[in-house]
């Protein structure tokens, strides 16, 4: 679609050229400019959203991903105060931090 849009702005801004250099068709050019700026506009607003879109995608799967993790940590906190031995839930505590969080 990116692509199909940028050869009909490309287009536009060719005719617009070719209508302005004749003294009879210029308003016909300077319409073709103003055409091609607001498609271009609208090009460039459709592509932030898409960018916008994809932020918010990413930012809501990493949120969940560490949601996850505080669920896994608070589970085994209270195992670990629950138990005789409460180091014994330290190595694990630290694994489940590392690989979700990207913590190295």
Known sequence: V???AKGYFDT????????????????LGD??????EVHRQIQVQLEDVAT???YQSERRSQSESIERCQSQLKKLRRKSQGS?????YGDREMQVNRPSLGLN
């Open 2 to 4: 990116t692509v199909a």
């Open 12 to 27: 536009l801004v060719k005719l617009g050229e070719l209508a302005s250099d004749s003294q009879g068709s210029k308003e």
């Open 31 to 36: 319409t073709l400019f103003q055409m091609a």
């Open 52 to 54: 916008l879109k994809k």
């Open 84 to 88: 005789r031995h409460p180091n014994k």
